[in-house]
């Protein structure tokens, strides 16, 4: 879809990024940001990189909301095939949401709040090696 091989509906492009329609929207007007610049996960970038690629989304969204009467939008950018990751290439998802239709998450983990704190300290820790 980058390099114009593939059929795809080009909403946004500059010199380093592009943005698409979703071919299997979840919403009307669902559409992918993604860079140019070949990752495939999002650790595989810079900050800078990643700072960019995060700076078109607002963009595409507002024209996105602008064209759609939708309320409001989800961004989503998954990592890997566990996560539901399908094309191997960083790629964030910016899902319009309409009031009238509503929208569903996954259900939600119930922890205890030592269980978040202990994780919370692990993770502060490996931050530190990062």
Request: hydrophobic share 40%.
């Amino acid at each position: 879809m980058i390099n114009k091989k593939q059929e795809a509906h080009i909403i946004f492009e500059d010199d380093t990024h592009i943005a698409i329609m979703d071919k299997y929207p979840i919403q009307l007007g669902h559409s992918l940001v993604m860079p140019k610049l070949h990752h495939e996960k999002i650790i595989d970038m810079s900050n800078d990189e990643v700072g960019e690629l995060f700076s078109r989304v607002p963009v595409v969204a507002r024209a996105i909301l602008a064209s759609t009467g939708a309320d409001g939008f989800n961004i989503g950018q998954n990592n890997g095939k566990s996560a539901n990751q399908i094309i191997p290439h960083v790629h964030v998802h910016v899902i319009p949401r309409y009031q009238k239709i509503g929208n569903s998450w996954a259900r939600r983990m119930i922890t205890k709040n030592n269980d978040l704190e202990e994780l919370a300290k692990k993770i502060r820790n490996n931050m530190k090696s990062i």
